[in-house]
Protein backbone atom coordinates (compact mmCIF):
# COMPACT_ATOMS: atom_id res chain seq x y z
CA UNK A 1 0.00 0.00 0.00
CA UNK A 2 1.47 3.13 -0.92
CA UNK A 3 2.21 5.61 1.41
CA UNK A 4 1.68 9.12 1.62
CA UNK A 5 -0.87 9.03 -1.22
CA UNK A 6 -0.82 12.73 -1.12
CA UNK A 7 2.18 14.18 -0.64
CA UNK A 8 3.47 17.32 0.75
CA UNK A 9 1.43 19.97 2.02
CA UNK A 10 -1.80 18.05 1.78
CA UNK A 11 -3.64 17.91 5.43
CA UNK A 12 -6.53 16.90 7.44
CA UNK A 13 -8.04 15.00 4.02
CA UNK A 14 -11.44 13.76 3.11
CA UNK A 15 -12.83 11.27 0.73
CA UNK A 16 -15.96 9.60 -0.61
CA UNK A 17 -16.39 6.93 -3.25
CA UNK A 18 -18.62 7.69 -6.26
CA UNK A 19 -19.29 5.87 -9.34
CA UNK A 20 -15.92 4.12 -9.03
CA UNK A 21 -13.80 6.79 -8.51
CA UNK A 22 -12.42 8.35 -5.20
CA UNK A 23 -12.13 12.09 -4.50
CA UNK A 24 -10.17 13.47 -1.96
CA UNK A 25 -9.96 17.60 -0.68
CA UNK A 26 -7.46 18.90 2.00
CA UNK A 27 -7.14 21.95 3.61
CA UNK A 28 -4.87 25.26 1.55
CA UNK A 29 -5.41 27.49 4.65
CA UNK A 30 -4.17 31.28 3.32
CA UNK A 31 -3.41 29.96 -0.23
CA UNK A 32 -5.60 30.26 -3.19
CA UNK A 33 -6.92 28.27 -5.56
CA UNK A 34 -8.06 26.47 -2.36
CA UNK A 35 -9.57 23.18 -1.34
CA UNK A 36 -7.45 20.75 -3.97
CA UNK A 37 -9.95 17.85 -5.38
CA UNK A 38 -7.39 14.98 -6.28
CA UNK A 39 -9.22 11.50 -7.86
CA UNK A 40 -8.55 7.95 -8.12
CA UNK A 41 -9.27 4.76 -9.25
CA UNK A 42 -7.38 2.73 -7.40
CA UNK A 43 -6.21 4.76 -4.11
CA UNK A 44 -2.59 4.28 -5.36
CA UNK A 45 -2.41 7.08 -8.65
CA UNK A 46 -3.77 10.07 -7.73
CA UNK A 47 -4.13 13.21 -10.00
CA UNK A 48 -5.55 17.04 -9.46
CA UNK A 49 -8.63 17.48 -11.14
CA UNK A 50 -9.27 21.10 -9.78
CA UNK A 51 -9.55 23.14 -7.14
CA UNK A 52 -13.17 23.91 -4.84
CA UNK A 53 -12.03 27.75 -4.98
CA UNK A 54 -10.83 29.04 -8.14
CA UNK A 55 -12.47 32.27 -7.14
CA UNK A 56 -11.15 34.91 -3.90
CA UNK A 57 -14.63 35.70 -3.30
CA UNK A 58 -15.42 32.05 -2.83
CA UNK A 59 -13.03 31.99 0.39
CA UNK A 60 -12.90 35.90 1.34
CA UNK A 61 -9.68 35.43 2.84
CA UNK A 62 -7.40 38.36 1.73
CA UNK A 63 -7.02 39.72 5.37
CA UNK A 64 -6.62 36.58 6.74
CA UNK A 65 -3.50 35.42 8.92
CA UNK A 66 -1.03 33.20 7.43
CA UNK A 67 -2.15 29.90 9.34
CA UNK A 68 -5.72 31.00 9.54
CA UNK A 69 -8.02 30.69 6.48
CA UNK A 70 -9.50 27.30 4.82
CA UNK A 71 -9.12 24.95 7.93
CA UNK A 72 -10.49 20.82 7.58
CA UNK A 73 -13.35 20.57 5.00
CA UNK A 74 -15.52 17.61 4.94
CA UNK A 75 -16.43 15.96 1.28
CA UNK A 76 -20.20 14.39 0.62
CA UNK A 77 -22.27 13.14 -2.16
CA UNK A 78 -25.87 13.48 -1.69
CA UNK A 79 -28.67 13.33 -4.46
CA UNK A 80 -26.57 13.27 -7.28
CA UNK A 81 -24.22 16.97 -6.25
CA UNK A 82 -20.99 16.83 -4.52
CA UNK A 83 -21.38 18.91 -1.09
CA UNK A 84 -18.32 19.85 0.56
CA UNK A 85 -18.49 21.80 4.18
CA UNK A 86 -16.06 24.51 6.02
CA UNK A 87 -15.64 26.65 8.15
CA UNK A 88 -13.62 29.26 6.91
CA UNK A 89 -11.49 30.93 10.38
CA UNK A 90 -10.62 34.84 9.75
CA UNK A 91 -13.25 35.17 7.56
CA UNK A 92 -17.06 36.93 7.10
CA UNK A 93 -17.89 33.70 5.08
CA UNK A 94 -17.85 31.78 8.19
CA UNK A 95 -19.27 27.93 7.33
CA UNK A 96 -20.02 27.72 3.83
CA UNK A 97 -21.38 24.62 1.83
CA UNK A 98 -20.42 24.66 -1.85
CA UNK A 99 -21.89 22.54 -4.32
CA UNK A 100 -20.95 21.07 -7.67
CA UNK A 101 -22.33 18.47 -10.35
CA UNK A 102 -18.65 17.80 -11.00
CA UNK A 103 -15.60 17.50 -8.65
CA UNK A 104 -13.46 19.28 -10.97
CA UNK A 105 -15.59 22.02 -10.96
CA UNK A 106 -17.13 24.48 -11.30
CA UNK A 107 -18.41 24.88 -7.76
CA UNK A 108 -20.49 27.45 -7.01
CA UNK A 109 -19.88 30.54 -4.63
CA UNK A 110 -21.33 28.41 -1.53
CA UNK A 111 -23.87 29.39 1.40
CA UNK A 112 -22.66 30.53 4.31
CA UNK A 113 -25.24 28.59 7.07
CA UNK A 114 -25.26 30.81 10.41
CA UNK A 115 -25.74 29.00 13.58
CA UNK A 116 -22.04 26.81 13.25
CA UNK A 117 -19.27 28.02 15.25
CA UNK A 118 -16.26 25.90 15.25
CA UNK A 119 -14.04 24.31 12.66
CA UNK A 120 -13.99 20.94 11.00
CA UNK A 121 -16.97 20.24 10.19
CA UNK A 122 -18.99 17.44 9.30
CA UNK A 123 -21.90 16.80 6.55
CA UNK A 124 -24.55 14.14 6.76
CA UNK A 125 -27.93 13.26 6.35
CA UNK A 126 -30.25 10.56 8.31
CA UNK A 127 -32.71 8.26 6.75
CA UNK A 128 -35.01 10.80 5.92
CA UNK A 129 -33.18 13.46 4.40
CA UNK A 130 -32.39 16.01 7.00
CA UNK A 131 -28.79 17.44 7.23
CA UNK A 132 -26.65 17.28 10.44
CA UNK A 133 -23.55 19.16 11.13
CA UNK A 134 -21.06 18.02 13.28
CA UNK A 135 -18.13 20.14 14.34
CA UNK A 136 -15.84 20.99 16.83
CA UNK A 137 -16.53 23.42 18.91
CA UNK A 138 -13.19 25.59 18.64
CA UNK A 139 -13.04 29.16 19.07
CA UNK A 140 -10.24 30.13 17.23
CA UNK A 141 -10.44 33.58 16.69
CA UNK A 142 -12.10 36.57 18.75
CA UNK A 143 -12.19 37.51 22.01
CA UNK A 144 -12.96 33.47 23.13
CA UNK A 145 -9.91 32.35 20.82
CA UNK A 146 -8.21 29.31 22.71
CA UNK A 147 -11.51 28.06 24.00
CA UNK A 148 -13.07 23.98 23.19
CA UNK A 149 -16.49 22.98 23.92
CA UNK A 150 -15.98 20.18 22.55
CA UNK A 151 -17.50 18.01 19.66
CA UNK A 152 -21.58 19.56 18.65
CA UNK A 153 -24.26 19.15 16.27
CA UNK A 154 -27.26 20.91 14.88
CA UNK A 155 -29.65 20.23 12.12
CA UNK A 156 -29.38 22.61 9.36
CA UNK A 157 -31.78 23.65 6.75
CA UNK A 158 -28.83 24.18 3.50
CA UNK A 159 -31.14 25.78 1.20
CA UNK A 160 -31.80 28.19 4.18
CA UNK A 161 -28.47 28.63 5.09
CA UNK A 162 -28.84 28.08 8.93
CA UNK A 163 -28.82 26.06 11.78
CA UNK A 164 -32.58 24.69 13.01
CA UNK A 165 -31.89 24.64 16.63
CA UNK A 166 -29.17 25.31 19.28
CA UNK A 167 -25.96 22.96 18.66
CA UNK A 168 -25.68 20.30 21.38
CA UNK A 169 -22.81 18.39 22.74
CA UNK A 170 -22.36 15.08 21.44
CA UNK A 171 -19.26 12.20 22.29
CA UNK A 172 -16.02 14.37 22.87
CA UNK A 173 -13.51 12.00 23.02
CA UNK A 174 -11.34 9.63 25.73
CA UNK A 175 -9.99 13.20 27.57
CA UNK A 176 -7.26 13.90 25.40
CA UNK A 177 -7.04 17.44 24.50
CA UNK A 178 -8.86 19.17 21.23
CA UNK A 179 -11.57 16.56 20.34
CA UNK A 180 -12.08 17.49 16.26
CA UNK A 181 -12.69 16.40 12.71
CA UNK A 182 -15.68 14.55 13.74
CA UNK A 183 -16.82 12.41 10.64
CA UNK A 184 -20.66 10.61 11.51
CA UNK A 185 -21.57 7.53 9.18
CA UNK A 186 -23.91 4.59 9.22
CA UNK A 187 -22.93 0.80 9.29
CA UNK A 188 -25.15 -1.72 9.64
CA UNK A 189 -27.64 -1.26 12.69
CA UNK A 190 -25.18 1.84 14.30
CA UNK A 191 -24.36 4.90 13.78
CA UNK A 192 -20.76 6.14 14.55
CA UNK A 193 -19.13 8.75 15.58
CA UNK A 194 -15.26 9.11 14.44
CA UNK A 195 -13.05 12.05 15.95
CA UNK A 196 -9.43 13.05 16.14
CA UNK A 197 -8.35 14.15 19.72
CA UNK A 198 -4.67 14.84 21.01
CA UNK A 199 -3.86 17.62 19.18
CA UNK A 200 -2.09 17.62 15.60
CA UNK A 201 1.44 17.14 16.63
CA UNK A 202 2.98 14.02 17.82
CA UNK A 203 0.33 13.00 20.24
CA UNK A 204 -2.76 12.84 17.34
CA UNK A 205 -4.85 10.24 17.84
CA UNK A 206 -8.39 9.00 15.99
CA UNK A 207 -11.24 7.66 18.63
CA UNK A 208 -14.85 6.07 17.62
CA UNK A 209 -17.89 6.12 19.61
CA UNK A 210 -21.14 4.71 18.50
CA UNK A 211 -25.44 5.25 19.16
CA UNK A 212 -28.26 4.72 17.54
CA UNK A 213 -29.08 7.40 15.72
CA UNK A 214 -26.96 10.25 13.87
CA UNK A 215 -27.43 12.76 16.62
CA UNK A 216 -26.45 9.65 19.11
CA UNK A 217 -26.30 9.51 22.26
CA UNK A 218 -22.93 7.79 21.36
CA UNK A 219 -20.55 5.74 23.51
CA UNK A 220 -17.00 5.26 22.63
CA UNK A 221 -14.93 1.85 21.79
CA UNK A 222 -13.93 -0.70 23.84
CA UNK A 223 -10.01 0.23 22.40
CA UNK A 224 -9.39 4.24 22.07
CA UNK A 225 -7.63 5.16 20.70
CA UNK A 226 -8.03 3.01 17.48
CA UNK A 227 -5.12 4.81 15.68
CA UNK A 228 -1.99 7.11 16.89
CA UNK A 229 1.79 6.89 16.45
CA UNK A 230 2.04 8.46 19.86
CA UNK A 231 5.67 6.73 21.40
CA UNK A 232 5.62 4.17 18.82
CA UNK A 233 8.80 3.73 16.81
CA UNK A 234 7.69 4.87 13.41
CA UNK A 235 8.86 7.20 10.64
CA UNK A 236 5.11 8.41 10.52
CA UNK A 237 3.72 10.28 12.91
CA UNK A 238 0.84 12.85 13.71
CA UNK A 239 -1.40 10.43 12.52
CA UNK A 240 -5.27 11.50 12.86
CA UNK A 241 -8.30 13.39 11.35
CA UNK A 242 -9.59 10.36 9.99
CA UNK A 243 -12.34 9.89 7.43
CA UNK A 244 -13.82 6.06 5.98
CA UNK A 245 -13.98 5.03 2.86
CA UNK A 246 -14.59 1.35 1.40
CA UNK A 247 -11.25 -0.12 -0.62
CA UNK A 248 -11.59 -1.24 -3.91
CA UNK A 249 -11.47 -4.83 -2.54
CA UNK A 250 -14.28 -4.25 -0.62
CA UNK A 251 -12.00 -3.87 2.57
CA UNK A 252 -12.59 -0.02 4.37
CA UNK A 253 -9.42 2.10 4.61
CA UNK A 254 -8.92 5.22 6.56
CA UNK A 255 -7.75 8.02 4.72
CA UNK A 256 -5.58 10.52 7.16
CA UNK A 257 -3.09 12.44 7.96
CA UNK A 258 0.12 11.95 9.31
CA UNK A 259 3.95 13.47 8.89
CA UNK A 260 7.25 11.90 7.36
CA UNK A 261 9.81 12.17 10.11
CA UNK A 262 13.67 12.20 8.36
CA UNK A 263 16.93 11.96 10.43
CA UNK A 264 18.57 10.19 12.90
CA UNK A 265 16.39 11.41 15.86
CA UNK A 266 13.09 11.17 13.33
CA UNK A 267 12.17 14.50 15.06
CA UNK A 268 11.67 16.90 11.86
CA UNK A 269 8.99 16.31 9.33
CA UNK A 270 10.16 19.22 6.25
CA UNK A 271 7.16 18.94 4.10
CA UNK A 272 4.11 19.39 6.92
CA UNK A 273 1.56 17.11 6.75
CA UNK A 274 0.74 14.94 4.44
CA UNK A 275 -2.30 12.13 3.05
CA UNK A 276 -1.89 8.60 3.98
CA UNK A 277 -4.17 5.18 3.57
CA UNK A 278 -4.13 2.44 6.34
CA UNK A 279 -6.30 -0.82 6.00
CA UNK A 280 -9.22 -1.54 8.62
CA UNK A 281 -11.25 -4.41 10.00
CA UNK A 282 -14.21 -4.65 12.27
CA UNK A 283 -14.70 -7.18 14.83
CA UNK A 284 -17.83 -6.93 16.84
CA UNK A 285 -19.24 -4.13 15.57
CA UNK A 286 -16.17 -1.85 16.06
CA UNK A 287 -13.13 -0.81 13.83
CA UNK A 288 -9.62 -2.07 14.00
CA UNK A 289 -7.31 -0.21 12.25
CA UNK A 290 -3.73 -1.31 10.63
CA UNK A 291 -0.33 0.97 11.81
CA UNK A 292 -0.04 3.31 9.17
CA UNK A 293 2.32 1.70 6.46
CA UNK A 294 5.97 3.15 6.24
CA UNK A 295 6.52 5.37 3.24
CA UNK A 296 7.41 3.92 0.12
CA UNK A 297 10.72 4.90 -1.96
CA UNK A 298 9.68 8.45 -4.28
CA UNK A 299 10.14 7.36 -7.45
CA UNK A 300 10.92 10.33 -10.23
CA UNK A 301 8.18 13.10 -10.60
CA UNK A 302 9.39 15.79 -13.70
CA UNK A 303 7.39 19.07 -14.20
CA UNK A 304 8.39 21.71 -16.46
CA UNK A 305 6.66 25.03 -17.29
CA UNK A 306 7.44 26.99 -20.50
CA UNK A 307 5.72 30.21 -19.74
CA UNK A 308 5.37 30.55 -23.24
CA UNK A 309 2.53 28.19 -23.45
CA UNK A 310 -0.54 30.04 -22.65
CA UNK A 311 -1.95 27.79 -20.56
CA UNK A 312 1.49 27.42 -18.11
CA UNK A 313 -0.59 28.53 -15.21
CA UNK A 314 -3.66 26.49 -15.86
CA UNK A 315 -2.37 23.55 -13.98
CA UNK A 316 -4.64 23.56 -10.65
CA UNK A 317 -1.39 22.55 -8.63
CA UNK A 318 -0.26 26.39 -8.52
CA UNK A 319 -0.44 28.68 -5.06
CA UNK A 320 -0.67 32.22 -4.51
CA UNK A 321 -0.77 33.58 -1.12
CA UNK A 322 -4.25 34.91 -0.43
CA UNK A 323 -4.55 35.88 -3.94
CA UNK A 324 -5.43 33.30 -6.88
CA UNK A 325 -2.26 32.91 -9.26
CA UNK A 326 -3.50 34.80 -11.98
CA UNK A 327 -3.65 37.75 -9.94
CA UNK A 328 -0.05 37.60 -9.09
CA UNK A 329 0.99 36.76 -12.64
CA UNK A 330 0.64 37.53 -15.78
CA UNK A 331 1.39 35.82 -19.42
CA UNK A 332 0.65 38.14 -21.58
CA UNK A 333 2.36 41.41 -20.16
CA UNK A 334 5.85 40.15 -21.53
CA UNK A 335 5.35 37.56 -24.31
CA UNK A 336 6.30 33.99 -23.40
CA UNK A 337 7.46 35.09 -19.91
CA UNK A 338 5.55 34.97 -16.57
CA UNK A 339 5.84 38.08 -15.29
CA UNK A 340 5.59 39.94 -11.91
CA UNK A 341 5.41 42.90 -10.15
CA UNK A 342 7.23 43.31 -6.54
CA UNK A 343 5.43 43.97 -3.47
CA UNK A 344 7.06 45.52 -0.69
CA UNK A 345 8.95 43.47 1.59
CA UNK A 346 9.06 41.14 -0.86
CA UNK A 347 8.87 37.54 0.80
CA UNK A 348 8.08 39.12 4.10
CA UNK A 349 5.15 40.77 2.98
CA UNK A 350 2.18 39.82 4.20
CA UNK A 351 0.97 39.25 0.42
CA UNK A 352 4.18 38.86 -1.49
CA UNK A 353 3.89 38.64 -5.16
CA UNK A 354 4.75 35.21 -5.02
CA UNK A 355 3.20 31.93 -7.09
CA UNK A 356 4.66 28.45 -6.22
CA UNK A 357 3.49 24.31 -6.04
CA UNK A 358 4.17 22.31 -3.34
CA UNK A 359 7.15 20.37 -2.67
CA UNK A 360 6.29 17.33 -2.49
CA UNK A 361 9.27 14.88 -1.91
CA UNK A 362 11.81 14.50 0.49
CA UNK A 363 14.60 14.88 -2.71
CA UNK A 364 13.73 17.75 -4.78
CA UNK A 365 14.86 20.31 -7.45
CA UNK A 366 13.22 23.20 -8.04
CA UNK A 367 14.58 25.34 -10.98
CA UNK A 368 13.61 28.70 -12.52
CA UNK A 369 15.17 30.94 -14.84
CA UNK A 370 15.04 34.37 -13.79
CA UNK A 371 15.32 38.13 -15.04
CA UNK A 372 15.40 40.81 -12.83
CA UNK A 373 17.26 42.77 -15.19
CA UNK A 374 14.49 45.41 -14.86
CA UNK A 375 13.55 44.99 -10.47
CA UNK A 376 14.25 41.96 -7.91
CA UNK A 377 13.39 38.86 -7.21
CA UNK A 378 14.20 35.51 -7.80
CA UNK A 379 13.14 31.90 -6.38
CA UNK A 380 11.90 30.98 -2.72
CA UNK A 381 10.56 28.48 -0.72
CA UNK A 382 7.98 29.64 1.69
CA UNK A 383 6.67 28.28 5.09
CA UNK A 384 5.25 31.63 5.61
CA UNK A 385 6.31 35.30 6.10
CA UNK A 386 8.47 34.83 8.54
CA UNK A 387 9.85 31.39 7.92
CA UNK A 388 11.44 30.87 4.42
CA UNK A 389 14.20 30.73 2.23
CA UNK A 390 15.15 32.69 -0.96
CA UNK A 391 17.88 33.40 -3.88
CA UNK A 392 17.19 36.54 -4.77
CA UNK A 393 18.74 38.65 -7.82
CA UNK A 394 19.54 42.36 -7.89
CA UNK A 395 21.36 43.57 -10.94
CA UNK A 396 24.75 41.34 -10.73
CA UNK A 397 24.43 40.30 -7.62
CA UNK A 398 22.44 37.22 -6.45
CA UNK A 399 21.91 36.95 -2.49
CA UNK A 400 20.30 33.69 -0.78
CA UNK A 401 18.75 34.25 2.67
CA UNK A 402 17.76 32.17 5.27
CA UNK A 403 14.68 34.08 7.49
CA UNK A 404 13.85 32.52 10.80
CA UNK A 405 11.50 34.42 13.42
CA UNK A 406 13.44 36.98 14.13
CA UNK A 407 16.89 35.71 12.88
CA UNK A 408 18.03 36.46 9.75
CA UNK A 409 21.33 35.43 7.50
CA UNK A 410 22.41 35.97 3.77
CA UNK A 411 25.34 34.85 1.40
CA UNK A 412 25.76 36.81 -1.56
CA UNK A 413 27.81 36.38 -5.32
CA UNK A 414 28.28 38.03 -8.47
CA UNK A 415 26.21 36.79 -11.22
CA UNK A 416 26.00 37.49 -15.11
CA UNK A 417 23.52 39.79 -15.96
CA UNK A 418 20.31 39.29 -17.94
CA UNK A 419 18.69 35.92 -16.97
CA UNK A 420 20.15 33.68 -14.32
CA UNK A 421 19.34 30.24 -13.03
CA UNK A 422 18.38 29.87 -9.70
CA UNK A 423 17.95 26.06 -7.95
CA UNK A 424 16.81 25.08 -4.52
CA UNK A 425 17.60 21.16 -3.76
CA UNK A 426 17.14 19.26 -1.13
CA UNK A 427 17.79 15.72 -0.22
CA UNK A 428 18.35 13.48 3.03
CA UNK A 429 21.20 13.32 5.56
CA UNK A 430 23.48 10.45 5.52
CA UNK A 431 22.23 8.13 8.00
CA UNK A 432 23.91 7.89 11.13
CA UNK A 433 24.31 10.39 14.62
CA UNK A 434 25.75 12.91 12.65
CA UNK A 435 22.14 13.24 11.04
CA UNK A 436 20.31 14.65 13.63
CA UNK A 437 18.55 17.58 11.94
CA UNK A 438 16.61 16.76 8.79
CA UNK A 439 16.75 17.35 4.79
CA UNK A 440 19.93 19.36 3.13
CA UNK A 441 18.82 22.32 1.80
CA UNK A 442 20.96 24.18 -1.05
CA UNK A 443 20.45 27.45 -2.52
CA UNK A 444 22.32 28.14 -5.88
CA UNK A 445 22.47 30.52 -8.54
CA UNK A 446 24.23 30.17 -12.00
CA UNK A 447 26.00 26.96 -10.56
CA UNK A 448 27.09 28.39 -7.71
CA UNK A 449 26.19 26.92 -4.23
CA UNK A 450 25.64 30.15 -2.06
CA UNK A 451 24.75 28.30 1.39
CA UNK A 452 23.64 24.75 2.21
CA UNK A 453 21.66 24.85 5.51
CA UNK A 454 19.83 22.04 7.90
CA UNK A 455 16.23 21.27 7.10
CA UNK A 456 15.16 21.02 10.75
CA UNK A 457 14.52 24.51 10.65
CA UNK A 458 12.28 25.22 8.00
CA UNK A 459 9.75 22.27 8.90
CA UNK A 460 6.49 21.64 10.46
CA UNK A 461 7.92 20.83 14.09
CA UNK A 462 9.91 24.11 14.38
CA UNK A 463 7.84 26.94 12.02
CA UNK A 464 4.69 25.96 14.08
CA UNK A 465 3.01 25.87 10.93
CA UNK A 466 -0.22 24.19 9.74
CA UNK A 467 0.73 23.86 5.73
CA UNK A 468 4.37 22.80 4.27
CA UNK A 469 7.29 23.97 1.85
CA UNK A 470 5.95 25.80 -1.34
CA UNK A 471 8.33 27.05 -3.50
CA UNK A 472 8.16 29.11 -6.55
CA UNK A 473 8.96 32.46 -8.11
CA UNK A 474 8.21 35.84 -6.28
CA UNK A 475 9.21 39.89 -7.15
CA UNK A 476 10.06 42.37 -4.59
CA UNK A 477 10.77 45.55 -6.54
CA UNK A 478 9.80 46.54 -9.94
CA UNK A 479 9.38 43.96 -12.76
CA UNK A 480 10.15 40.33 -12.77
CA UNK A 481 9.76 38.05 -15.62
CA UNK A 482 10.76 33.97 -15.32
CA UNK A 483 10.86 31.96 -18.33
CA UNK A 484 10.49 28.55 -17.24
CA UNK A 485 10.19 26.85 -13.91
CA UNK A 486 10.51 23.25 -13.15
CA UNK A 487 10.32 20.61 -10.63
CA UNK A 488 11.97 17.25 -10.44
CA UNK A 489 12.17 14.49 -7.33
Known amino acids: MPNPILPGFNPDPSVVLVDGFYYVVTSTFEYLPGLPIYRSADLVTWEQIGNVATRPEQLGIDTAPSGLGVWAPTLRYHDGRFHLIVIITGSPRGCVVFTAEDPAGPWDDGTTITG ?9 WDDDGTAYVTYSGFDATG ?46 EHWYLMIAEGGTERGHAVSIARGPSISGPFAGGPANPILTASGR ?18 EDRLILLGVRTVGWTAAFSPLGRETFVTRVSWHDGWPVVEPVPSPDGE ?4 ESFDFADPGALDDPGWLAVGRAPGQVGSLTETPGRLTLHGVEGGMRAFRPSFVGRRQRHLTSVFTATVD ?7 LACRYDEHIHLSIEVRGGTVTATARLVGVEQSWTAEVPAGEVELRIETSLPTPGPA ?21 RYWSSETAASFTGRVTGVFAAEGTVTVGRFSYRS
Do not use: K, M, Y
Open 299 to 302: GVVE
Open 372 to 378: ASAGVGG
Open 116 to 124: IDGIDPDLA
Open 435 to 455: AAGADRIRLIAAGQCLAELDG
Open 233 to 250: DSRVQCVGHADLVTGPDG
Open 143 to 188: PAAGEHHGIQQARVDLAAGRALEVPRSLWSGTGLRFPEAPHVFRRG
